[in-house]
């Protein structure tokens, strides 16, 4: 039996219907978007990467993008939520069917998972962590305090990064899966930003007993290169296309909104015309992106095409291009619209995709991506990055 | 121990946890079981390059040559050599 693929034309209905209404008040109140999210569900998105044989859609990141783009027309922090929740179903779904079918299981009937990876002193390194797992016995103590938990307080299920034990190094990376109801989990702050807004990204604390089962089988490396970092990086990327996408759109389909004649028509063209350039751009690379991964996926890729420079300094090229390009054109955007339409509250809701998107560049900061790609592109002629990640 | 290795150790020490000041990194023993990851590896010849005035060729740059102190150490000197000539 398949499942009936969802269809672009569905998810901009849902957008048109749910999402884009609620976007204001999410943004005002400072609100998770509930009823986005409850739609979401209800319609099948948050199985897009569970399997068919465990109730899923099975379904690829270039498709998911496309989707995850349309939703951010209408609201960013839903958008992101949806495209965090993918990024952790796909970590599950890719490397741990054996050990946490039941979870995603959960996933295809609506749990929704989230991310904790950000800890005190570690500066956003994904692949160190320094709150050991402590195994007494057969039971494995778990503690961890993190600062940042996208929708932290409204999640079933998370995905936390832990180290092995406590001899271990920091690189000793071990990946954990739990849900909310089997340990303690503590809301420790609120979330009142310039924007994303809705994405509710709290301080948590977590303490609690787990078994052996709970980690993810395999070197966090690898699933961090095969899956983390790419699905998250096309997701992101995808939800802040698409946000700039949405606004410009808004703007363009009023007429009225701009002044089109006279001496400032020329200038308006030119710049709306690179606003659109940019866009393209983007989307350009993150369909570069989504169709390199789901061919590495579907080949059965080695670790060892994980690890190609060219493939690692792609994936944070889009990451980088999204972040940086997409806030451009939403800067552009409440230029061109002027006051009324840009800089205060209104229909096109250009403001609120500015502040939004001004949060895109420090989600995982753009100066350590390109740090890394820069060190990448220095010895990307030989063949060091691979050869010495596996000696 | 050579004036290589001497400098070779306070160019890795940085790179690596739990080597004090005071210790000498073990000369056999594997570089990523003392920390080092592929990004910092990449740092590490960079230094290296840069501080003995070398350029490792293509076929050197793998997990062999920076596997231990001793590895590292046996290549500097071996391109030292080879410019000296």
Redesign the interface.
Known sequence: MTQAAIVPEQTRKLVREVILPHARAVDEEGRFPKESVSALAEAGYLRWFVPRSLGGLQGTVSGFSEHCAIVGEGCTSTALILAMHAQQTAVLAKHALDTHADLLRKVASGYLLASVTTEAGKGGHL?TAHAPLIRKGSQILFERTAPVVSYGGYANGYLATMRESEEA???SVALVAFEQASVQCEVRGEWNAMGMRGTCSVPMHFKGVLTEGAILPGAFRSIALQTMVPVGHIAWAAAWYGSARGALRRLTSRRNATRRTGDSAEPLYAKLAEIRLNLDLVWAVIEQAARTIDQLWSSNAQQEAY?AIPFNVLINNVKLAAARLCFAAASSLVELAGLAEGYLPAQSGIERVFRDLRAASLMFHDDRLLA?NG??L??E?????R????? | MSTTDELLTNLLRPFL?GVSPEQQVPPET?L??L?L???K???L??SVEEHFNIQFP?HM????T??THRALSTAVESLLAARAK
């Open positions: 692949l190094l920091p690189e690890e890394t060190r990448l220095l010895v002629e030989t063949d060091f990055l050869r010495a990640a596996s000696p | 946890r594997p990523i079981s920390g990851d592929s990004l590896a990449i740092d010849l960079f293509d740059l793998n997990g062999d920076f596997a």
